[in-house]
């Protein structure tokens, strides 16, 4: 009995020849458990990937791009898969996203995942993801976001330059947080609201406007062992209701202090709030999937 196939994607091909000429057209014809390599160039579509499939970019990360069109870039809703080596960008949109894992366990490695419009990395509810060694930058909104009971494992990553917050964690989610780099965000490297939990161990939190950590609605994570230093404001910020487990993190070098109880004006930021998670739109995700 046959095993997997392995299907080749390449922009540059003739339509003729073997193989694909979109990442789409190769997903629809995979067989669950295939593998999709996927060969430089730049891919202008939307992808939904609704079966366990391996899709792998095959060659120099930066040279293989997948730009979102008229959905977010990637729709993960399998029992499994994995994706690694891609650059995956939304540069346009109504508050698209970069990668929406809506259930399923995705294995997302080694990848470069933005968003101009929204969130890079959804992660809802059913979904248990595994983000390993990823870059995730200019988040319109949240860097990523757990959201709903969405959970799982953000380890070895680095989440830069966001709108909004680097890491957001809500309505209940769970997440391990480990050994990330959470900087330059606008607001707080990671916020933890509304009965958010999580793990956080060995991160660097570091140069973000707001706090390192603010927690407030619930919130109550376990910090280990991180270094949460040099933010615009407090390490910890703790407000309505939030708390957390602290176990041997450095909270040096932040502007005013290691531990806030109270919100200062100064953190009150000029940008509107506009939450992460209405980054999501029911609407569009049900063009994929019948929730």
Not at 19 to 44: C, K, S
Not at 93 to 107: C, E, M, N
Request: with cysteine; aromatic share 6%; glycine share 16%.
């Amino acid at each position: 009995m046959a095993g997997p196939a392995t299907h080749l994607v390449d922009a540059s091909q003739d339509s003729d020849s073997d193989g694909y000429t979109t990442v789409a057209a190769a997903i629809r014809a995979a067989n669950p458990g295939d593998r999709i390599l996927v060969r430089p160039g730049r891919y202008e579509e939307s992808l939904l990937i609704d079966k366990p499939l391996e899709i792998i970019g095959d060659g120099p990360l930066a040279e293989i791009e997948i730009w979102g069109t008229d959905r977010d870039v990637l729709t993960f809703a399998a029992e499994t898969g994995r994706v690694a080596n891609l650059t995956l960008a939304q540069p346009w949109g109504p508050s698209f996203k970069g990668v929406f894992i809506a259930r399923g366990q995705l294995h997302l490695e080694e990848c470069d995942v933005s968003s101009r419009t929204g969130t890079c990395v959804f992660v809802h509810g059913g979904a248990d993801a595994r983000l390993r060694r990823n870059v995730i930058h200019d988040a319109w909104e949240a860097g990523v976001l757990f959201y709903q009971g969405g959970g799982g494992i953000l380890e070895d990553s680095e989440i830069v330059g966001c709108r909004l917050d680097g890491v957001e964690v809500r309505d209940g989610s769970d997440p391990v947080l480990r050994r990330n780099v959470i900087r330059d965000s606008r607001r707080a490297g990671v916020f933890i609201h509304r009965d958010g939990r999580g793990t956080l161990e060995e991160n660097q939190i570091t140069g973000n406007q707001e706090s390192g950590v603010r927690l407030s609605g619930g919130g109550r994570p376990a910090l280990r062992q991180n270094r949460i230093t040099g933010n615009g404001l407090y390490g910890i910020y703790v407000h309505e209701g939030g708390g957390s487990v602290d176990e041997g993190n450095d909270l040096s070098g932040n502007r005013q202090g290691e531990r806030g109880q109270e919100e200062p004006k100064a953190s009150r930021s000029v940008l509107p709030r506009r939450g992460s998670y209405t980054g999501w739109n029911p609407g569009v995700v049900a063009g994929y999937l019948d929730f």
